[in-house]
């Protein structure tokens, strides 16, 4: 069984277009985050949620919204999309929020705007 | 905020040694270290919370010096499965938490 589980693996969409990602883990774990790798590697927080609250709010811009309808889901919204947003999205969770938690991470949502 | 990694890449061949460090200029509640493959997720290695602590992982452990503001990550008898990048990821303050700057690891045979 899948453990963090995010879908669509792939995305290919036109520039000012609305799209979504769907993350759910079965780890049991009470937080789940969102980040953004750029095409240089780079591993960049953009959210966090802990039981459905929002803990994490990094400097992103507001077309991107996430929605926790549940512990175990966490969803990413994103309007008006832009050239710049192309990058892998990684869904990841760990039992609680702090600093002593390993965080265990999806296989990613690969979003290319064209 | 983002801690700094060195070195950026390095090359190995198999059973060759490499330290890998990561650097912050505020002090860090804790250090974690993952590894990522090519096309695939960040996978958890280890977490060191205290200063001075050492920790091990078959033939990759990691040390976190006293002022808790550097973390090296030793990979000892190098295999080509080690190849991929590595991160390390520090909480500073509260919840905000950071992935450093990456290198990137190639094990040839």
């Known amino acids: 069984d899948t453990a963090v589980s995010q879908t669509p693996k792939y995305l290919v969409t036109q520039m000012g277009n609305d799209k979504s990602i769907k993350c759910e883990q079965n780890?049991?774990?009470?937080?789940m985050y969102w980040y953004k790798q750029d095409s240089k590697k780079f591993l960049k927080i953009m959210f966090s949620?802990?039981?459905?609250?929002?803990?994490i709010n990094e400097t992103v811009p507001n077309r991107f919204s996430p929605k926790s309808p549940d512990k175990a889901h966490l969803n990413l919204h994103i309007n008006s999309l832009e050239l710049g947003d192309s990058a892998v999205y990684f869904c990841?969770?760990?039992?609680?929020?702090?600093?002593?938690?390993?965080?265990?991470f999806g296989d990613g949502t690969r979003l290319s705007i064209l | 905020q983002q801690p700094v990694q060195s070195p950026q890449a390095v090359i190995l061949r198999e059973g060759e040694d490499a330290v890998i460090n990561c650097s912050s200029s505020?002090?860090?509640?804790?250090v974690h270290w993952y590894r990522q493959k090519h096309g695939e997720a960040p996978v958890f290695l280890m977490i060191?919370?205290?200063?001075?602590e050492q920790k091990g992982h078959e033939k990759i452990s990691a040390s976190f010096n006293e002022k808790k503001q550097q973390s090296s990550l030793y990979l000892t008898a190098s295999q080509l499965s080690y190849s991929g990048t590595y991160f390390c990821?520090?909480?500073?303050?509260?919840?905000?938490?950071?992935f450093g700057t990456g290198t990137s690891l190639t094990v040839i045979p």
């Open positions: 990841a969770s760990s039992l609680f929020p702090g600093p002593n938690q390993p965080q265990h």
């Open positions: 780890l049991g774990h009470d937080t």
């Open positions: 949620y802990n039981n459905k609250e929002l803990i």
């Open positions: 505020k002090a860090l509640y804790s």
């Open positions: 060191l919370l205290k200063g001075g």
């Open positions: 990821g520090t909480e500073i303050y509260g919840n905000q938490f950071y």
